[in-house]
C-alpha cells in the first residue's frame, strides 16, 4: 500500500480517559488521528464523530496492546501511514495486595505499560524518522516518583517509563525527533479511579486535573520540546515530596494510605 502525504498523530488507549481528551484537542487542531484501542469499546464512533466534528481523518484500529500477535497486527497496519506524533496513552493500574493479585494481572500490567510502549517506539522510529520533526510522548504517572505498597508493579512500570524515555531522549538527541514524558497526577477517568479521586482528602485533592487539562498541558508543553512534564503546580510540588522524602517515610504513609484501598477492592472482587 502506498503511503498516504498526510501525517498522522497515534494515540493508544484512546477511546475513553486521557487519550480520548488527547484525541479531542489533537482533532481540535487539525491533527489527523490513528486511534488505538481494545475491541469492542466504540472507538469507531469517537472516530468518526471528530472527523465530522473537525473534518479530519480519524482512522480507528482495534487491538489488545498485552497480546504480541495484536501488538505485531497494528505495527504491520500504522506503518503504511506517515506518522508525526506517537502518544503512548494506554495503560492499567489499581491497588491490590501483591499476593492476591493474579499473574495475569500482574504481568498485563507489565505487556502493557512497558513492553507495548517499548515495541511501539522501536517499531515506529524507522517512520517518524521520515518526517521533518516529529514527538513521543510517553505517559508515566506521579507514581513514578515513589516505590508504592499495594501498587508495586505499577509504579515500578512508570518508574520504567521515565527512565526510558529520558534515555531514548538523549540518544535521540540531535534527531528529528523529540521526546517527553508524561507524569499526571489523579484524574477521573475510569470508574474506579474516579471513586479513589473523589475520596481523595487534604492536599492531595488539590492536584486533580481533568483529563481535558491534563492532555492540554502536556500537548502545549511536548511541542515546547520539554523533556519531562508534570501537569498542575501541585502534581509539580508533590513530585518533588516523593522525590526527596526519604524513601522508608514515604512507604510508611503510603502504606496507611494504600491498604484501605487495596482492601476495599480486593473485598469488591
Ligand atoms: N487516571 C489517573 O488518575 C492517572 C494518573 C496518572 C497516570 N495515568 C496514566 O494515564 C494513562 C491513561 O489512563 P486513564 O486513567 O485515562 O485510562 P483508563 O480510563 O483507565 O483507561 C485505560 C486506557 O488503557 C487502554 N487499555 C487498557 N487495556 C488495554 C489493552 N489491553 N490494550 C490496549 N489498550 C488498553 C484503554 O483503552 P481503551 O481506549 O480501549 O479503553 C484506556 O484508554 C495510563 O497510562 C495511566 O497509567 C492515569
Given at each position: ?83 508525526n ?46 518526517e521533518e520533526e516529529a ?41 528529528n ?93
Amino acid at each position: 500500500m502506498k503511503k498516504t502525504n498526510q501525517k498522522y498523530t497515534l494515540i493508544t488507549g484512546s477511546s475513553q480517559g486521557l487519550g480520548k481528551a488527547f484525541a479531542e484537542i489533537c482533532a481540535k487542531k487539525m491533527q489527523n488521528l490513528i486511534l488505538i484501542s481494545l475491541p469492542n469499546e466504540n472507538n469507531g464512533k469517537l472516530a468518526k464523530e471528530l472527523e465530522e466534528k473537525y473534518g479530519i481523518k480519524a482512522i480507528q484500529y482495534e487491538a489488545d496492546l498485552t497480546k504480541k500477535e495484536d501488538l505485531y497486527k497494528v505495527i504491520a497496519f500504522v506503518k503504511n501511514y506517515r506518522i508525526n506524533m506517537l502518544i503512548n496513552n494506554a495503560g492499567i493500574g489499581g491497588a491490590k495486595r501483591f499476593e492476591d493479585a493474579t499473574l495475569t494481572y500482574l504481568s498485563d500490567m507489565v505487556l502493557l505499560n512497558i513492553l507495548s510502549l517499548v515495541t511501539l517506539t522501536h517499531q515506529l522510529l524507522p517512520v517518524l524518522k521520515q518526517e521533518e520533526e516529529a514527538y513521543i510522548l510517553n505517559i508515566s504517572s506521579v507514581a513514578a516518583f515513589a516505590p508504592m505498597p499495594f501498587k508495586t508493579v505499577y509504579p515500578a512500570s512508570k518508574a520504567f517509563v521515565y527512565s526510558f524515555s529520558r534515555g531514548l531522549k538523549s540518544e535521540l538527541e540531535y534527531s528529528n525527533i523529540h521526546v517527553a514524558v508524561a507524569h499526571p497526577g489523579p484524574m477521573p477517568t475510569n470508574e474506579n479511579v474516579t471513586k479513589r479521586v473523589k475520596a481523595l482528602t487534604g492536599m492531595v485533592k488539590y492536584s486533580v486535573l481533568t483529563p481535558k487539562e491534563t492532555a492540554e498541558i502536556c500537548l502545549e508543553k511536548l511541542l515546547q520540546k520539554k523533556t519531562v512534564i508534570i501537569p498542575g503546580k501541585f502534581n509539580w510540588f508533590n513530585s518533588l515530596l516523593l522525590r526527596f522524602l526519604p524513601i522508608p517515610l514515604q512507604l510508611k504513609i503510603l502504606n496507611g494510605k494504600l491498604k484501605p484501598e487495596a482492601s476495599e477492592i480486593q473485598s469488591n472482587g
